[in-house]
T-cell receptor, first 115, second 113 residues
Framework: AQSVAQPEDQVNVAEGNPLTVKCTYS??????LFWYVQYPNRGLQFLLK??????LVKGSYGFEAEFNKSQTSFHLKKPSALVSDSALYFC?????????????FGAGTTVTVRA | GAVVSQHPSWVICKSGTSVKIECRSL??????MFWYRQFPKQSLMLMAT?????????EQGVEKDKFLINHASLTLSTLTVTSAHPEDSSFYIC?????????FGAGTRLSVL
């Protein structure tokens, strides 16, 4: 079984401040972890993924995420948020032991960056 | 990066008609594609898994005769909403699997009158 939790429905930050969006996961085997961003009436845009290797993963638009196996977390971070980062963010996981390629998504976190 | 094209982006149709949505992987071959439905301010709900050359696998509660999926080539999957009704109005999103990652289309907003 695989699942993801995003404990915060909303995150509000001021432009220029650090942004963190939290994600914890549960899998039976090893996790493949992903972050996606969704703008209104659009599909999901891929930001970054952790498959294996370095725990700190760098992605698009200045975002990064740190894989923490002991805490089963994969929080998304950006050192200095922009107003244009305001969107809906989804964390997703796949158990590497499955062969159906299905992802389990979190409920999503709405990020609002105020000018 | 991998590009997935979804068409149309918006469709309005009359109740009882059928609507076809196309999903294409433009720069990679996708053995597996997925179809999701998303309600306002909610997460994605997986409807079905589409495998090239074989029948789609539907999630529990999804009517396979209503949501027809065809994956005839490694770059194209289609979802046909048959005899659409107002309750089928929703945002439909496809994705294609490549490099151990799912890449998503821009979505299709379906409004059934």
């Amino acid at each position: 079984a695989q699942s993801v939790a995003q404990p915060e429905d909303q995150v509000n930050v001021a432009e220029g401040n650090p942004l963190t969006v939290k994600c914890t996961y549960s899998v039976s085997g090893n996790p493949y972890l992903f972050w996606y961003v969704q703008y209104p009436n659009r599909g999901l845009q891929f930001l970054l993924k952790y498959i294996t290797g370095d725990n700190l993963v760098k992605g698009s638009y200045g975002f990064e995420a740190e894989f923490n196996k002991s805490q089963t977390s994969f929080h998304l971070k950006k050192p200095s948020a922009l107003v244009s980062d305001s969107a809906l963010y989804f964390c997703a996981v796949r158990d590497d032991g499955t062969n159906d390629y299905k992802l389990s998504f979190g409920a999503g976190t709405t990020v609002t960056v105020r000018a | 990066g991998a590009v997935v094209s979804q068409h149309p982006s918006w469709v309005i149709c009359k109740s009882g008609t059928s609507v076809k949505i196309e999903c294409r992987s433009l720069d990679f071959q996708a053995t597996t594609m997925f179809w999701y439905r998303q309600f306002p301010k909610q997460s994605l709900m997986l409807m079905a898994t589409s495998n090239e050359g074989s029948k789609a696998t539907y999630e529990q509660g999804v009517e396979k005769d209503k949501f027809l999926i065809n994956h005839a080539s490694l770059t194209l999957s289609t979802l046909t909403v048959t005899s659409a009704h107002p309750e089928d109005s929703s945002f439909y999103i496809c994705s294609a699997s490549g490099e151990r990652t799912q890449y998503f289309g821009a979505g299709t907003r379906l409004s059934v009158l």
